[in-house]
């Protein structure tokens, strides 16, 4: 569809523009929010406006609207970052003790969007402005396809709204099915599709799969996002953003502190729904980024179906929504490679649009700004390193890949760019916020590794995952736990602790992660084997194959230029050094702990996915051949197999992959782990969702530490088991040991004991990189200590 544009008359754009920034003012400054209009009127004028009038100021007119949008959206929170942190350190000193407030921001957005459209006013000499009409629904088709995408994203709030609530789990199964359809569908009639419709789209099958998730649960749910909403909550509360309040990592991301708090301060979203909502629509554009850029190689079916593998891949919606900080920096860095390779645009604006989003980053994320800086710093060496060895590699080069792979294109990544963005990333990390010391400890381990032989504590179980079939046994044991850290313990202030004869007498025996019931289809046998074990044999075969695809992809594209268009240079060892980046995870015991092998994955199928699409052609291809020679096996009638029928394969492979990673069909079958999305039961469950008996036991516990605070002047201890110090984390300012063991317990620390241990009688704890898992006598503090708190589920003792 070609996009029609409509004309504005400059002093009609600036009516309008001042009209919209009152109307925001007067509904947020009186907190007025009839039917949520100041939803409706404010988030569009946050997270869009500031960006867009940028965007009008910049030589950016060839860019679709698509483009347009996601660079509208990146700009956006950029403005709203800079100008919130500027307010921060400046007003201040103007008298105004509490710059993150209502007043304050409403103040600074006042200023920053009525100097962009006085800007933009000025800009355009004639008497219009241009602005590309987003049509969503030009044909018939459109309509339809629109609509059954708007039905996936209802299923995706009432769905985990009705989990919530102890129902059933049918509405989010019946989600993830249509999805499964739906994206096939899409995938077979890409082209069908009118330019504007496609990315929305893609952005509401994105958001539908994110909202699943991140809904669940009344409260903050998810196992990062605990301290990342603390944090939020601390500058919040104090109305100013300090990171000498509570020096952390987490605090210096601007991300999860100043942000959510000047969005929930002006639009007056719950707190709560900042993160489950308004973060997550914000993330769910980095889809459109990964369709746009694989746009530029693949054909727009192709490019659909590498968008799909990004959003089903399982770490997108099971830990993307409990990762908020890094659902901002991932934004920024789509769009770092999205204006790497636009070649729309003229390419010193591109680097210093580059620079910026690269800011972003710094702001948003330290792990993600260390790994995007060692991956652009590994390619612009090598183009370095490539210009400099002239005609001979390129003589080889060219023997090797024939212009599939243009690897003397027009450099973009410069090594002064990467440099100074290092430098701006130390800046912030070493002086400004003085959270360094978690990076150094990684960045030795990682060279204590190499000079190592890579051997050193447990990996992450990640790792067993990637390689195996399984997720890989615990190495340490309880007996391992209680001889090294709590005899330790013990020994240095025995009288602190309650003596062994108290708890000797109980079995902490190990327990097994919780599984979910086989069902009736899945005890279905095909011979001596139960279809439940076949469908998930089945699925990590699957895996597996998908895993090949990558590696496949790159080889193929170095040979041959069927399915994609040339490569360019930057973009091909983009990719090869997110493969070394993934590697390293995977060797790097504390980098597999701390990162994950799938985190990594994740942030690298920004460039893999196009070479992961090629490489599941090359194995359909495989795949149609095996069937074409069973088919002469048995006398049936061949077929041609041409690129239609190799595209049916990849669909095929797609919807399965897709059902498996969404957890579909292991929950058809049951004796699968329980995903949080699906259950309200399982290791998941227990850990991440905060339970309504959870939360008003943690909020009384919250006011009665405070009221001990205040009366004695001391800080008192909470104990809690792993997953019960991660909830309160949240919530609670005062030391927290994730440790509930009897030998552990002090005498007089309080013990908040959650549903699980409480009903389920296990508890959890956190041992050198494990999780060991056992059976826990709740008998022992009902004689040893005194309950203060009780409810259905939970019990405080002191």
């Not at 080889?555 to 091909?572: A, P, Q, S």
Request: charged share 15%.
């Amino acid at each position: 569809m070609s996009i029609r544009e409509l004309r504005v008359t400059k002093k009609t754009f600036l009516h309008v523009s001042v009209a919209w920034m009152v109307l925001f003012v007067l509904l947020a400054s009186t907190s007025l929010n009839p039917f949520g209009i100041l939803y409706l009127v404010g988030i569009p004028l946050m997270v869009f406006f500031p960006g867009y009038l940028t965007v009008l100021m910049l030589p950016l007119d060839k860019l679709n609207s698509a483009s347009r949008t996601v660079f509208s959206v990146g700009l956006s929170i950029l403005w709203l970052l800079t100008i919130g942190l500027f307010g921060n350190w400046v007003l201040p000193y103007l008298s105004v003790d509490r710059p993150l407030d209502t007043a304050s921001i409403l103040f600074e957005m006042v200023v920053l969007i009525g100097t962009l459209v006085y800007m933009v006013y000025q800009r355009f000499t004639p008497r219009f402005i241009t602005v590309p009409r987003y049509v969503v629904g030009h044909t018939r088709f459109d309509v339809v396809v629109v609509c059954i995408a708007g039905a996936f994203f209802v299923l995706s709030i009432v769905g985990p709204l009705r989990l919530n609530n102890g129902g059933g789990n049918e509405y989010v199964m019946a989600l993830l099915f249509g999805l499964s359809l739906f994206s096939v569908y899409l995938f077979r009639n890409a082209e069908r599709v009118s330019t504007n419709v496609l990315p929305f789209l893609i952005y509401l099958v994105s958001l539908a799969l994110l909202l699943m998730t991140s809904l669940r649960g009344w409260f903050i749910s998810g196992h990062d996002i605990q301290r990342e909403f603390f944090v939020f909550q601390l500058a919040k509360n104090a109305g100013l953003w300090s990171h000498s309040m509570y020096v952390d990592a987490y605090n210096a991301c601007l991300s999860i502190t100043i942000l959510p708090t000047m969005l929930a301060n002006a639009l007056h979203v719950p707190d709560v729904y900042v993160y489950k909502v308004v973060f997550q629509m914000i993330f769910a554009l980095v889809a459109v980024i990964v369709f746009l850029l694989s746009r530029k190689w693949l054909e727009q079916k192709t490019a659909v179906l590498a968008t799909l593998f990004f959003v089903i891949f399982p770490t997108f919606f099971q830990d993307m929504p409990f990762l908020v900080r890094q659902e901002i920096a991932f934004l920024f860095f789509g769009l770092m490679l999205l204006v790497l390779f636009e070649e729309a645009i003229v390419l010193w604006l591109r680097q210093a649009i580059f620079m910026c989003m690269g800011i972003g980053v710094i702001l948003s994320h330290y792990s993600t700004t260390y790994t995007v800086l060692f991956i652009f710093g590994l390619v612009s060496i090598s183009m370095v390193f490539l210009a400099k060895t002239g005609v001979g590699a390129a003589r080889t080069l060219a023997r090797i890949s024939p212009a599939n792979v243009q690897f003397f294109s027009q450099k973009k990544i410069t090594v002064t760019m990467v440099t100074v963005l290092f430098l701006l990333s130390v800046l912030w990390t070493s002086v400004i916020t003085d959270t360094d010391g978690h990076v150094k400890e990684v960045a030795g381990n990682i060279w204590y590794a190499i000079q190592g032989g890579f051997d050193g504590s447990a990996h992450s179980p990640d790792v067993f995952v990637f390689f195996t079939f399984s997720r890989g046994t615990t190495h340490k044991t309880l007996p391992e736990y209680v001889s090294t850290v709590v005899n330790e313990m013990r020994e240095e202030n025995p009288d602190r602790y309650y003596a062994s004869s108290t708890y000797e007498m109980y079995r902490f025996s190990p327990r097994v992660e919780q599984e979910v019931p086989p069902t009736a289809l899945g005890a279905v046998a095909f011979g001596s084997i139960p279809l439940g074990e076949l469908v998930i044999s089945f699925g990590k075969v699957l895996a597996k194959v998908m895993q090949v695809t990558v590696p496949i992809g790159l080889l193929f594209v170095l040979f041959r230029k069927k399915w994609i268009r040339n490569v360019d240079g930057e973009m091909y060892l983009l990719a090869v050094y997110s493969i070394v980046f993934i590697v390293l995870c995977i060797v790097v015991p504390l980098l597999s702990r701390e990162y994950g092998v799938f985190r990594a994955m994740q942030q690298s199928m920004f460039v893999l996915a196009p070479f992961m699409v090629v490489g599941t052609l090359v194995v359909a291809k495989g795949f149609a051949w095996i069937a074409e020679w069973w088919f002469a096996l048995f006398k049936l009638t061949p077929r041609q197999i041409d690129t239609e029928y190799v595209f049916r394969f990849s669909g095929l492979l797609m919807i399965l992959f897709f059902l498996y990673a969404t957890g579909f069909l292991t929950q058809l079958v049951g004796g699968n782990i329980p995903a949080v999305h699906l259950n309200n039961l399982g290791n998941d469950f227990d850990h991440y969702v905060v339970t309504p008996d959870e939360a008003v036991a943690i909020e009384w516990l919250e006011s009665r530490v405070e009221e001990d605070r205040k009366r004695t002047g001391m800080v008192p201890l909470i104990h809690a088991d792993r997953f019960g110090k991660k909830k309160l984390e949240a919530v609670v300012e005062t030391p927290i040991s994730g440790d509930i063991f009897p030998g552990s317990i002090q005498k007089d620390a309080y013990v908040f004991v959650g549903p699980a241990v409480l009903k389920g009688r296990v508890a959890v704890l956190m041992y050198d990189g494990d999780l060991l898992r056992y059976e826990y006598p709740v008998e022992f503090l009902e004689k040893n200590k005194e309950v203060v708190f009780r409810n259905a589920t939970v019990r405080i003792y002191k």
